[in-house]
């Protein structure tokens, strides 16, 4: 029997993933007994045709029973999907692991979150925006909070306020996040924060109540990588409100190399002329930094180690918006938050999988043979 390309190619995809991927499966919980599938590897490759190519259930399942792989409906295939959600996950922290992603030293007593959110929208020029608001654990890289919203209307944009905090936690975001709402709303919940600062939503006072003049005192980290500290406040009731309501916040800030600055100015004037509209000469000066507000005391991380985890962070960051555009994550179900959760995982995994599969692309030899490492080392020629 002749394998076809399509058949070897898969082949291959299993290769990639973790060494234990069939025994997850019923460590897991998604697959006790295989029923309506051929094989392991066949519900997995019906799973991934309709969360990679975007294909509905219900084709996904017709697809399925022409080629021998699963035999069931596509309202059987959604519930197995909402099953499998949690071995997707360890799937992609398998794959995670071989990433090998260097993480500053733990902190006594803190829980490190990485919280973000993007948007998807479901397929066809009138398909609904939806707002995916996600929470990692690091290091170990689990979804601790995950919600679906509209996109659309007051109270659904980026804000730390839409996560559970606990006392303990500490919450690392973008600039999108550092609003004062959020701030107070992690505050008031007995935990901390690392954000990017955003100048424009968040005023910094001293401890006399006045502004602080913030580019004055970046002025004195001249040499790139210089890291500084500052105290200051944010009072999140406005001006005038009761100092109770002050927030202490530390401010650390490492001053970027000329190229960087010079690149993060050039992209604010591309914005500026696409935009059209006018660019402050601060935002210019403010590009030669990057400052970032957190409220976990000098006690228990430096300046530096702040920095550092907000590198991670952003390293987050960057995996997902691959997720988007590797992964197509165009459509949302909708019908409960395990099968979305499967759906955002099965999205992760077939990023890591790609992103693999760019490693191996180094070892391609010329045959068209595909060289893995745990394949046996070629042996010499006599």
């Not at 600062?197 to 004055?216: F, H, K, P, S, V």
């Not at 100015?265 to 696409?274: E, I, M, N, Y």
């Not at 920095?307 to 909708?334: C, M, N, T």
Request: with cysteine; aromatic share 6%; hydrophobic share 40%.
């Amino acid at each position: 029997m002749t394998t076809s390309l399509t058949d070897e190619n898969w082949e291959y995809l299993l290769k990639l993933l973790p060494a234990d991927w069939e025994a997850q499966a019923r460590l897991t919980g998604a697959v006790q007994r295989l029923r309506g599938a051929t094989s392991l590897s066949s519900l997995l490759r019906v799973l991934l045709l309709h969360i990679g190519h975007g294909c509905s259930l219900r084709t996904a399942s017709v697809v399925g029973k022409a080629a021998g792989w699963v035999s069931m409906s596509d309202v059987a295939l959604h519930k197995k999907l909402a099953q499998c959600a949690p071995w997707l996950h360890q799937l992609c922290l398998g794959l995670l692991a071989e990433s090998r992603l260097a993480l500053p030293a733990p902190v006594h007593g803190l829980g490190m979150r990485l919280v973000d959110s993007t948007l998807v929208s479901e397929p066809g020029a009138t398909g609904s925006q939806y707002r995916v608001l996600y929470s990692l654990r690091a290091p170990g890289w689990q979804c601790d909070e995950f919600r679906l919203s509209s996109a659309q209307g007051a109270g659904h944009g980026e804000s730390l306020k839409h996560f559970t905090v606990r006392a303990g936690d500490c919450l690392l975001a973008d600039r999108g996040f550092s609003h004062l709402a959020g701030i107070e709303h992690v505050h008031r919940h007995g935990g901390h924060l690392i954000v990017r600062l955003n100048t424009q939503n968040a005023r910094l006072e001293d401890a006399q109540g006045g502004a602080i003049d913030l580019l004055r005192w970046l002025g004195g980290l001249t040499q790139p990588g210089a890291v500084g500290e500052l105290g200051a406040w944010v009072r999140t009731q406005g001006p005038g409100s009761d100092p109770a309501q002050r927030v202490p916040v530390r401010l650390c800030a490492v001053r970027k190399s000329v190229e960087a600055t010079e690149l993060a100015r050039r992209k604010l004037r591309r914005k500026a002329q696409t935009g059209k509209s006018a660019l402050q000469a601060a935002t210019l000066q403010y590009a030669s930094w990057v400052v970032v507000l957190s409220t976990v005391p000098a006690a228990l991380m430096s300046a530096g180690t702040v920095l550092q985890w907000y590198r991670v962070r952003w390293q987050i960051e960057l995996a997902f918006k691959r997720l988007k555009s590797l992964g197509d994550a165009g459509h949302v179900p909708k019908s409960g938050e395990r099968s979305s959760q499967a759906w955002v995982y099965g999205k992760l995994l077939i990023a890591l999988l790609t992103e693999k599969m760019q490693r191996h692309a180094a070892s391609l030899s010329p045959w068209g043979g595909r060289w893995l490492e745990q394949d046996p080392p070629p042996q010499p020629l006599a």
